[in-house]
Every structure is written in structure tokens, then in C-alpha cells.
């Protein structure tokens, strides 16, 4: 692992408030290759009603159908121009867009992703975007992961928005106007929301004196609106049956923790030691054929958290499985030991130096921590935290986290479970 005794061997994170709010965070890396920069907007589907549900996913959709100067096919030139990938994302709590290109490209790498913040939303453009998504709707609702896991979390988390589809429904997208997407990114795209994050090989004088200059005038942003996390999760045992599939999907969801929550490593060691690569699942489930897959992740929110997973198999083998599974959720205190924790941290922490090995793989890992916490920590920072993780971390997780309250959803050619 990196020697945090040695500072020179990483990169040092700048933060920068603009005047009118706006976040600059400046990682420069000299030895880097190439230059990553986003723009992490801390808004998403949790802030929707339930009448614009699925608003956050479709604005993202329309910023990339131009500016007021921008054609969609001009703007869209200009980041194929870049030559790196440039794509966007919207998650429960964030809405990301981000691209990737050379070093001497980064003037034309920030002005194109900073013309792409600031979209026309033309009537015709959200005419034909909604068709598309739409269209991405009904292909999700073939997939049977997906439709398993938006039923668990409706069930899970009953009428809270962290419950509903990020894509919204069929009905909630054909109901959005022009008018509600406006007032939508006008209200949650302002100044205070948005943090441009820039990695890799640029000078960051000159980043912060074109960000001076080209985003000072950026408008205000509206408070935010997030309904405190409120789960339902009933310990109950939900079948949808569906005679068209052949196998069973099922995923099961019980409480976690917070992102800012001071064990929040030692639940990833925890989630992976059950339901990771080589976790007991594995070896319980898979190794033996009774499933095809089988895990458990833990994922974060501002306020709560959830542990979260499943399996897939034959109809006749699903009972039998899902006792195998509750099994070894309720024996995980077996699973953890100082060898057994040890490993899992040395895994997780590796994940976290691949990551940061690439200017994108980097943007990522700082500009998603900074909206989850209001934190930048470096990757050695990262490192230390899963490499100073004890068995009694872990273990005081599962007192906290008890995985017996599970709800649980089934869906496949089976009537119960």
C-alpha cells in the first residue's frame, strides 16, 4: 500500500468556493496522462414529487440536446471531439455528466461539458427525448433483475422516494411538461448544487482563473427538499409469479448504514465477507449449483443505508436457497475474524488504488465522496480507513445492522416462497 509518510507521492486536492457558491475541487496529477473533469450536481430522484418522478433521470436526458447555441448534433461533436468517454448519470442523490480527453485538450474539455450545463430544454427536443426514455423504460421492464429489484424497493422503502424508479414510470414521464423539467433543473442545477471536479494532468491556476471567469455568473439553487429517509422494510415475503420466465430472481434488502457514519468501511467488509467475490454465499450457493449468482452489497445514502441482495436459480431449487441464505446472514458472526477481516480490507482498499489509477477512475471516487459527506479524501486517506478496520468494527456493524430483518421479493414461475 502507498506510504501516507510520503505526501509527494499523491496528488493534492484544491477546494475552491466561487462567489456565487459553486465548488471547484482541483486534483492535479503531473505523471497523469490524460484529464478527467465532472460535474457533480447533488440532486436526484430523491428529490422528486410523485407526480415528476423519473425528472431528474429525463433532464439529464436534455442537456445533451443542446444549448442556446449548441445544436444536440453540434454539442455532441464537440465531446466525440474530445476523444475520451463522456457520459452522464443520475442516482438517487446525484446527477453526474463527465468526460475525459488529452491534456492540451482541457480548455475545450471544460468549456464543451460547462456548455452541456447549460441546455435550451427546447419543447421539440423534450418531445423527442421523451419517446426515448420511454422507450429505455419498457426495456428495463424485460429485465427481470431490474423489475425484482424496483419491486424490493418499493416494498422496502413504501411511499418514500428512495422507493421509487429513478426512470420514473410510463405515466409519470408522459405526464411531465416542458414547464415542470424547467422549473425542475432551474430550481436544482443552481450554483450552490454544483461542483465541477477536474483530475489528472492540467495547471490548476489556470482551472481555477477560467472557472472565475466563465462560471461567476452561474445562478442560485433552491434548498434542498430530501424527505428524511423513512423505511418501511416489513419482514415479509412478497412472490410475483410470471409463468414467462424460467428461472427465479430473488433479492432481499434489511438496514444498513449512512455514508457518514463512522463504520461505514466496515460495512463493505462486512457485505463482501457475506455476499462478496469470494464470500460465503459463494461457497453456500454457487460453488455447490444450487444458484447462479448470488451476493450482497451494502449501498449508502445521505441519512440511511441498506444491505442489499440475492440470487438467481431454478424454481425448484429457490426454497432451498433462500434458507441457505437467510442462513448465512444469521451465522455472519462466524464469518468474521482478524484473518478474514484483513483480506477483505486488503480487497476493498486495491479496488480503491485501481480506481485512482486513472484520472476518470479518480474523478469519480472524489466527486462522489464530496457529495455523500462534504468531504475530499485522498486515496491514501481511503486506503488507511478500510486498512484500519478491526473484527469488533465489524462486528459492532452487525449489532447495529441485525440481518434477520429482511424483506424479501421473488419473482419467477414459482407461486410462493
Not at 295 to 323: Q, V
Not at 332 to 337: G, H, M, S, Y
Amino acid at each position: 500500500m502507498p506510504d501516507p509518510t510520503h505526501p509527494t507521492t499523491a496528488p493534492t486536492t484544491q477546494r475552491h468556493t466561487l462567489p456565487n457558491g459553486l465548488t471547484l475541487l482541483l486534483e492535479p496529477d503531473p505523471h497523469a496522462q490524460t484529464t478527467a473533469a465532472g460535474y457533480f450536481v447533488n440532486t436526484g430522484s430523491r428529490e422528486e414529487t410523485p407526480t415528476e418522478m423519473g425528472a431528474s433521470h429525463f433532464i439529464e436526458h436534455l442537456l445533451f440536446k443542446g444549448s442556446d447555441t449548441l445544436s444536440a448534433a453540434q454539442l455532441n461533436e464537440r465531446l466525440d471531439d474530445l476523444g475520451g468517454n463522456a457520459n452522464a448519470f443520475t442516482s438517487e442523490e446525484a446527477t453526474v455528466y463527465h468526460a475525459a480527453t488529452l491534456p492540451e485538450h482541457t480548455p475545450q474539455l471544460l468549456s464543451t461539458l460547462t456548455e452541456l450545463m447549460r441546455p435550451a430544454l427546447r419543447d421539440t427536443d423534450i418531445h423527442t427525448e421523451r419517446g426515448v426514455i420511454l422507450e429505455e423504460i419498457a426495456m428495463y421492464a424485460e429485465q427481470p433483475t431490474v423489475r425484482v429489484t424496483d419491486e424490493l424497493r418499493a416494498d422496502y422503502w413504501g411511499t418514500h422516494p428512495l422507493g421509487w424508479p429513478i426512470l420514473g414510470t410510463t405515466d409519470t414521464v408522459t405526464a411531465l411538461t416542458p414547464d415542470a423539467l424547467r422549473r425542475n433543473h432551474r430550481q436544482r442545477y443552481g450554483a450552490q448544487r454544483v461542483t465541477l471536479t477536474l483530475t489528472g494532468q492540467f495547471d490548476p491556476a489556470h482551472a481555477l482563473d477560467w472557472a472565475t471567469t466563465h462560471l461567476s455568473d452561474w445562478p442560485a439553487a433552491t434548498p434542498h427538499t430530501h424527505t428524511p429517509a423513512q423505511p418501511h422494510h416489513p419482514r415479509t415475503t412478497r412472490t410475483i409469479h410470471d409463468p414467462t420466465l424460467t428461472r427465479v430472481q430473488v433479492t432481499a434488502a434489511t438496514p444498513g448504514l449512512s455514508a457518514t457514519h463512522p463504520l461505514r468501511e466496515a460495512a463493505h467488509i462486512l457485505a463482501d465477507l457475506i455476499g462478496g467475490e469470494n464470500g460465503a454465499l459463494y461457497w453456500h450457493l454457487i460453488d455447490n449449483g444450487t444458484c447462479d449468482s448470488a451476493d450482497l452489497g451494502h449501498l449508502e445514502y445521505h441519512d440511511t443505508g441498506t444491505f442489499e441482495g440475492g440470487f438467481s436459480c431454478d424454481p425448484d431449487r429457490a426454497a432451498t436457497a433462500l434458507t441457505t441464505y437467510r442462513t448465512v446472514l444469521a451465522d455472519a458472526d462466524t464469518l468474521i475474524t482478524p484473518v478474514a477481516v484483513r483480506r477483505a480490507a486488503r480487497k476493498l482498499a486495491v479496488s480503491t488504488l485501481l480506481r485512482a489509477e486513472t484520472p476518470q477512475g479518480r474523478l469519480f471516487t472524489l466527486g462522489m465522496e464530496h457529495l455523500a459527506t462534504g468531504h475530499t479524501l485522498t486515496t491514501e486517506e481511503h486506503v488507511r480507513r478500510y486498512e484500519q478496520v478491526t473484527a469488533d468494527d465489524v462486528r459492532e456493524v452487525l449489532r447495529l445492522c441485525p440481518l434477520n430483518e429482511l424483506t424479501i421479493v421473488a419473482l419467477g414461475p414459482i407461486t410462493a416462497l
